[in-house]
Every structure is written in C-alpha cells, then in structure tokens.
Nanobody
Framework: VQLQASGGGLVQAGGSLRLSCAASGRTFSRYTMAWFRQAPGKEREFVSSITWPAGSTSYTDSVKGRFAISRDNAKNTVYLQMDSLKPEDTAIYYC????????????WGRGTQVTVSS
C-alpha cells in the first residue's frame, strides 16, 4: 500500500485547507486511517483518525471543532478538512494507515507542508 498526501500550502490565520491522502491497494477500505503532523523542532503528534467500518473519528484536543476527518472508500481517499487555522497548526502533515492493536500504523505517506501565517 502506498499513501500520497496532498493539499498543503500557505494560508493566513483563520483560513482553511483540505488535505487528501490517496491510497493504492484494494484493502484500503478496511484500514483505520489517520493524520499526524510534525512541526519544526517538535515530535510527530497524532491529529485525527477514522476507523473502519464504523467510521468513528478521533481528534487531538487542539483541533477539535476545527478539523474534520472523512473517507471515501470508493476513491481510496481520506480527507482532513482544516478550518480556522492557527499559526500553531504549521507542520508537515502525514497520513497513515492500517493501525494495529498496539496503535501502530503500518503505512505512511511522505507528508504535505501546511504553513499558517499570522
């Protein structure tokens, strides 16, 4: 399985972006998918996840109410809608897939840069 993230860019504070993560492989629809991010000088952190088949979602506290994760299994794509962006959201965003029972993800994309200016 290969994951390709896109949709990053430069946006002013308060703006919006939608990230996409396209996956190859026929079993994509069975995976829990997630977004992580890593800001300069900081460790990678969890942002959001969406399960299969229930589609249950989870978010880190700092993005609750501003970000929304979704998936389109027919298109093998997971999305992250990011609204009311803040400068502290600036990071490289990575998509990940196929979470195991220990919370580890088997597949990772290369990441897309999100920069929020104040």
């Amino acid at each position: 399985v290969q994951l390709q993230a896109s949709g990053g860019g430069l946006v002013q504070a308060g703006g919006s972006l939608r990230l996409s993560c396209a996956a190859s492989g026929r079993t994509f629809s069975r995976y829990t998918m997630a977004w992580f991010r890593q800001a300069p000088g900081k460790e990678r952190e969890f942002v959001s996840s969406i399960t299969w088949p229930a589609g249950s979602t989870s978010y880190t506290d700092s993005v609750k109410g501003r970000f929304a994760i979704s998936r389109d299994n027919a298109k093998n794509t997971v999305y992250l809608q990011m609204d009311s962006l803040k400068p502290e959201d600036t990071a490289i965003y990575y998509c990940a897939g196929n979470r195991d029972t220990y919370g580890r993800y088997a597949y990772w994309g290369r990441g897309t840069q999100v920069t929020v200016s104040s």
